[in-house]
């Protein structure tokens, strides 16, 4: 309904704007050629009258049979069709309100009825043609931006979109596997079971808050990746060797929830969890300009294009794309002959 009114009152601004430049145009004809007097105001005023009349009328018109929502290129040929039509009723219509209120100027009365008709006709189809001209380039730019508007508002719904489909595999897939750790430790040994059960509470405790944000901190992240490795040390014990090198500014830095903790979860999977003796694991972070780095290196090798393209990975590099475009940056790579790095390069603004 708002719209709606605005729209109106856009509409009978531009009106008055249009036709009292057309006043002002005459105005300044008349009194240069010295020809102001009541017949010549009365006149203008008429023909003004019966522009709004007719304008309005074609623009009624143009709502009732929906042409603005039709074809552009039938639109502008309907736009030059209905100038000569309605310019050529505007033509009559003011020759017949001069002659039947003597309006006429001294000039008309030389001219036969024909003359005055098709002189009439000539001016008011070219005033009409200009008002339509005018019409239809303001409706086409506000279609042109609505229709832009409309397309980034479907674009963020998509990201949106996208991104609860990520986090949705994601949350499920960490919680498979810690599920299986526990699983395995409660036979063997139910005191770390329990302390195992603990860590993944603090875990889930801390995903379905940072779930509902498509950023945190890092310091955040960092609690939930701590927790997580306090539980896959008490499974691997002296196998599996964790060393932070975290740089302490870096701590209030952005990071999608739950990535860290992918690459993290990703490097026990496909490298400690193969390694037949211990294995080691080192996060880092640091500032670089206008972004910062984080690095996580583990014991293991990039021996199949399935650890570069499993969904953990995919995901890392989706959700990178879709929160920062190409301003962040992803990529893994077998560092030595012992290391592989994952290495995530975020911006800070």
């Not at 490097?267 to 294995?279: D, L, N």
């Amino acid at each position: 309904m708002f719209n709606r009114v605005n729209s109106l009152s856009k509409y009978w601004l531009f009106q008055s704007l249009g036709w009292g430049l057309f006043i002002a145009i005459n105005l300044f004809f008349i009194f240069t050629y010295d020809i102001l007097n009541q017949a010549s105001l009365i006149r203008m005023a008429t023909y003004v009258i019966e522009g709004i009349l007719i304008t309005h009328l074609m623009r009624k018109l143009y709502g009732a049979i929906r042409w603005l929502s039709r074809p552009i290129n039938l639109q502008l040929i309907g736009f030059v069709i209905f100038s000569f039509a309605f310019g050529l009723i505007f033509g009559v219509l003011d020759y017949l309100i001069s002659v039947q209120f003597s309006l006429e100027t001294p000039q008309d009365l030389k001219l036969s009825v024909w003359q005055k008709i098709s002189a009439n006709a000539f001016n008011a189809i070219s005033v009409i043609f200009i008002w339509n001209c005018i019409y239809f380039i303001y409706h086409y730019v506000a279609q042109a931006r609505q229709n832009q508007l409309d397309n980034l508002k479907l674009e963020a719904l998509v990201k949106s979109l996208e991104l609860k489909t990520i986090k949705s595999h994601i949350n499920p897939h960490f919680i498979f596997n810690a599920l299986n750790s526990i699983r395995a430790l409660i036979d063997e040994d139910p005191v770390r079971a329990r302390k195992a059960i603990t860590a993944l509470s603090n875990i889930l405790r801390s995903s379905m808050i940072s779930d509902q944000q498509e950023l945190i901190t890092l310091e955040k992240e960092m609690d939930i990746v701590k927790d997580y490795l306090d539980l896959e040390l008490i499974r691997f014990e002296d196998r599996l060797k964790v060393t932070y090198e975290i740089d302490e500014e870096t701590l209030d830095h952005p990071i999608p929830p739950m990535m860290l903790q992918t690459l993290v979860e990703n490097a026990i999977k496909h490298g400690i969890s193969k390694s037949i003796t211990s294995g080691e694991i080192r996060i880092a972070s640091a500032d670089q300009l206008s972004s910062y780095h984080l690095s996580v290196v583990n014991t293991g090798k990039l021996s199949s294009t399935s650890d570069k393209e499993g969904f953990g990975l995919q995901s890392t590099s989706n959700r990178l794309s879709l929160l920062f475009g190409d301003r962040a940056s992803f990529r893994i790579e077998q560092k030595d002959e012992q290391f592989v790095e994952a290495n995530l390069s975020i911006p800070l603004t």
